[in-house]
């Protein structure tokens, strides 16, 4: 994935740079249809809606598309923004460089993402052991394979990023954690 000159931050750096109050509406170039916004007040990001997610989430996933090349376009609505709008709390500089670590790690783990139609399962007996100590994430993760074990639904449902998913269930899959359990047809 290319992380240099992205058209996000092309975008951004120069409404950032001019302090500029407003909206960034971003388009599908294709469909013309708004997929997401940014909401700057005086040259910084105070929210993000980005295909049906907020804050920096939404944020995270808009720079992991636009590093995928996915056509976007950016339009500038300037507004009067009131500060009660604010979501997210990082300077622009900050948020631009945890995004780029977050499409490097989104980069890193895309590989490691299992198929969708696999169930997971937590081990019992992994939760007896006092020995392997679990993430914030990596608890996350198991918490929500409890409920659900289908991987389509792991990523639809847990908060956290793909990338954070993925990179829990690779280390939970090296603590013995979890297992896959065998996904029955109806011929079975």
């Not at 899959?173 to 047809?185: C, L, P, S």
Request: proline share 4%; net charge negative; with cysteine.
């Amino acid at each position: 994935m290319m992380m240099e000159n992205l058209a996000l931050f092309d975008s951004l750096d120069e409404q950032t740079a001019v302090r500029f109050t407003g909206r960034l509406n971003v388009l599908d170039r294709l469909s013309r249809q708004m997929i997401g916004v940014v909401v700057i007040k005086d040259g910084e990001v105070l929210r993000c809606d980005y295909r049906g997610v907020f804050g920096l989430k939404a944020f995270y996933n808009m720079a992991i598309e636009s590093a995928q090349l996915v056509l976007q376009d950016f339009v500038v609505e300037p507004e009067i923004i009131s500060e009660e709008l604010r979501e997210i709390h990082y300077p622009y500089p900050v948020l631009k460089a945890r995004a780029r670590e977050a499409i490097e790690r989104f980069t890193n783990y895309a590989s490691h993402r299992p198929p969708g139609h696999l169930r997971l399962m937590v081990r019992p007996d992994f939760l007896d052991q006092k020995q392997d100590a679990v993430s914030d994430a990596e608890f996350r993760v198991l918490c929500a394979i409890t409920e659900w074990s289908k991987v389509d639904d792991l990523y639809r449902n847990c908060p956290l990023q793909d990338y954070e998913i993925t990179e829990a269930l690779v280390h939970l899959r090296k603590k013995e954690a979890i297992k896959t359990v065998a996904v029955r047809t109806a011929g079975q």
